[in-house]
């Protein structure tokens, strides 16, 4: 009930940053299968924000995307 007052948009905001962050430790350690989970959530998730903050998480998720894609191609 002490949730009720706040938007979801706001969580799923703070999901999408916690998600990427982890998304780009997972890179940065060359575990390949968890961070192309993580990818595939930011991919359902971002679409659903709006807003600037929503915009970051996009650009963040196409940095993380071509990232993947370079290390898988590695």
């Not at 997972?26 to 192309?36: S, V, Y």
Request: charged share 20%.
């Amino acid at each position: 009930a002490q949730l009720a007052p706040f938007p979801v948009e706001q969580f799923l905001i703070s999901a999408g940053s916690t998600i990427a962050s982890l998304a780009f430790a997972k890179l940065g350690r060359d575990d390949l299968p968890q961070a192309r989970k993580a990818i595939d959530a930011l991919v359902a998730l971002v679409p659903l924000l709006e807003g600037d903050l929503a915009a970051d998480l996009g650009a963040a998720l196409t940095r993380l995307q071509v990232a993947y894609a370079e290390a898988a191609s590695a």
